[in-house]
């Protein structure tokens, strides 16, 4: 019997993150393209299309790649199985705050599956367009992706299809989270799904979960016996962003219903003028909790928006140009992974030693700061000598250049031999999360 040829070695910290899902792709090649994927969506490349990202990896054509998401038999519910667990062992039973929330996309016509004239959230109106509610975890401020499903409109449902609303998606994918043995100390979710009591809230009530949830301005709970609403004074408290920055904002308890573990809120940045914009109403149901913390609960949901922006713009959430959903199901879901590799190099999630530690922080353009995006520029610099050397390639073609590879060749493999192990510290047996 022939032993299979060895991977095609890329950059560390690359291979060894995506060695552990190497058992679920049925031939080298596939697994070769898995990791190609990942270095084109995570460098700094404007548009992740498959031609901009064979360029990348020095390839001579993006139909290995097109093949590798189109034709190659492997299962993407498995790839999806697999990140969970690996982000479950990671945790260690640590509780998150689990955020939910949709992600829309402009599409022209009509080939694309599911894509349908909608609300596009990205976009603040209604446009043709694709719908997907996403669930991301929140760490000690880190964010890291969990799972998404396409919202499949009435008259785009294809055979063996069940229509769902997207509050009856969010509550499956928490019932399977759930399942899975995650553990959330906290829920955040918009109006849609605060709103929708029956789908959503009934599940959180089931769970016994913890949410604040946003609302209208004209909730039912108020809206038809207003004349029995009372609010609380004014608070004010300081909203802490993530940079650490402040602002003061107001915050006031709208006292009505019948259920005493509810309790409804009102949210502002100036409780003279109560401006639109900057007007929230929140319904929370969290034992205990203060006016502040509510405040600043509430607001982890920008996290949402940042970490969809982070997936969206810079890792190319968008940028498929495939029609056919199984396909595009495989993109999003190595948009997860590469979103997920990104999230483990933080201090959060693995206790690994701050940027400012690390053995290439004295390069000029090493960010030392925590969030995501600082670690996305750091593995960008990392990934450098690789990426450039496949852009200069094509010159060694015509201009015979020893010393020019060499030098490359050496700076690789000192780049390399620096890497720290994302898993030195965690003792990842690779194979454990084969759902074989």
Not at 96 to 120: C, H, M, P, S, W
Not at 336 to 348: D, G, I, K, N, T
Not at 384 to 399: E, G, M, R, S, T
Request: charged letters at 25%; aromatic letters at 14%; one cysteine or more.
């Amino acid at each position: 019997m022939v032993e299979p040829r060895k991977p095609v070695p890329t950059v560390k910290f690359i291979d060894e993150y995506c060695q552990i899902y190497q058992n679920i792709f049925p031939e080298v090649r596939s697994f070769e393209a898995f990791k190609y994927l990942h270095i084109g969506m995570i460098s700094d490349i404007k548009r992740k299309t498959l031609p901009s990202i064979a360029k990348v990896i020095g390839l001579d054509n993006h139909q290995g790649l097109h093949h590798f998401l189109t034709q190659s038999p492997w299962d993407v519910q498995e790839l999806s199985q697999q990140r969970l667990e690996l982000i479950l062992y990671v945790l260690q039973g640590r509780p998150i705050v689990l955020i939910i929330d949709e992600t829309g996309d402009k599409k022209k016509g009509d080939a694309t599956d599911y894509v349908k004239r909608q609300y596009i959230g990205n976009l603040g109106k209604t446009d043709n367009g694709i719908v997907a509610v996403t669930a991301y975890g929140v760490l000690s401020g880190m964010t890291f992706p969990l799972l998404f499903e396409v919202y499949k409109p009435r008259e785009r449902l294809q055979p063996g299809d069940q229509y769902l609303t997207k509050p009856e998606i969010a509550a499956k994918m928490i019932k399977q989270l759930r399942a899975m043995g995650f553990k959330f100390n906290l829920v955040l979710a918009d109006s849609l799904y605060g709103e929708s009591s029956k789908n959503f809230i009934q599940i959180l009530d089931e769970l016994n979960l913890n949410f604040i949830v946003a609302i209208r301005s004209n909730h039912k709970a108020w809206g038809v016996t207003d004349a029995k609403v009372k609010y609380s004074e004014w608070q004010r408290f300081k909203r802490v962003f993530s940079d650490l920055s402040s602002e003061d904002r107001y915050i006031r308890e709208i006292i009505c219903g019948d259920n005493p573990e509810i309790k409804y809120w009102q949210i502002t940045t100036d409780k003279e003028e109560l401006p639109k914009n900057t007007t929230w109403y929140v319904m929370s149901k969290f034992p205990n909790i203060t006016p502040r913390e509510v405040g600043n609960f509430y607001g982890l949901r920008t996290w949402v928006e940042y970490g969809l922006k982070q997936s969206k713009n810079e890792l190319g959430w968008a940028d498929f140009r495939l029609t056919n959903y199984p396909q595009i199901e495989k993109w999003w879901e190595i948009i997860f992974s590469a979103y997920l590799m990104v999230s483990l190099h933080s201090e959060q999630l693995l206790k690994l030693p701050p940027q400012s530690e690390s053995n290439f922080s004295s390069h000029p353009w090493w960010d030392k700061g925590k969030g995501w995006k600082n670690i996305l520029n750091n593995l960008r610099l990392i990934l450098q000598p690789f990426v450039l050397f496949n852009f200069i390639k094509p010159w060694l073609q015509v201009f015979t250049v020893p010393k020019l590879s060499e030098g490359f060749f050496k700076l690789q493999m000192l780049v390399n031999n620096l890497t720290r192990s994302i898993f030195q510290n965690l003792n990842i047996p690779y194979g454990k999360f084969s759902s074989a």
